[in-house]
């Protein structure tokens, strides 16, 4: 005769593991940004093009889900060739948080309605931020004591219909769709290197970068959406 009392406690043990597996899910915080990048991807179907509209790179969308992925314990896409298909599991998440996402974004509109009308908000880069704006801050206020202003660094684009941002302040080219925009300044560029590398590779003009530290500079221009002026500046000269 059989014994099959140790295979029924292997059986209650995993059981009881699933269910607690399952109870510490829902009692943690989920992580928000891997379900923000997951909506974009699911809505857009390849992490590329997510990682393209978010200004991140594939890998950090492709992190980010993998990491919600271990948090569920389930998988939210199939990897295909140059795209990704939602699985039972995802289309149900996708569902849910679009849902709370849109009435999200109600909330913000609903505030911006009712907020202060004396109040300005200001996006711009973080170092900007430090090293332009917020030293004219004080005078801005002499002039203005009226209107209070609010500063929010960040390097993420803005969605003026979902954001409660008055303004934008970014590098680019200007001529957006749907927006105003104004010049404020140019920007310079300095290429530096350490000399031991500039003795090594025998740079001593813009040109000698072509064949040597252009995909240093690739690598900030692709990941930080505020060099994205600059990568076409270096096209327009042909450094690139």
Known sequence: MVNNQPIERISQTIQIGIQLRKTNVIERTPPFQGIYYFCRAAELGSF????????????????????LEDWLGADLFIRQHRKVVLTHEGEILFQQAKKGFDHLQDGIRQINQDRNPNQLSISTLPSFAQHWLVPRIADFRAQAPNIAMLIEPTNRLVNFHDSSVDLCIRYGKGGYHNVESRWLADEVLYPVCHPIYQKAHNIYQLSDLANEAVEFLLARLNSDP??????YELERTNSL
């Open 48 to 67: 590329k093009r997510a990682a393209e509209k978010l200004f991140v790179t594939s890998a950090a969308i492709s992190q980010q889900i993998r990491q």
């Open 226 to 231: 505020a060099a994205i002026s600059s990568r």
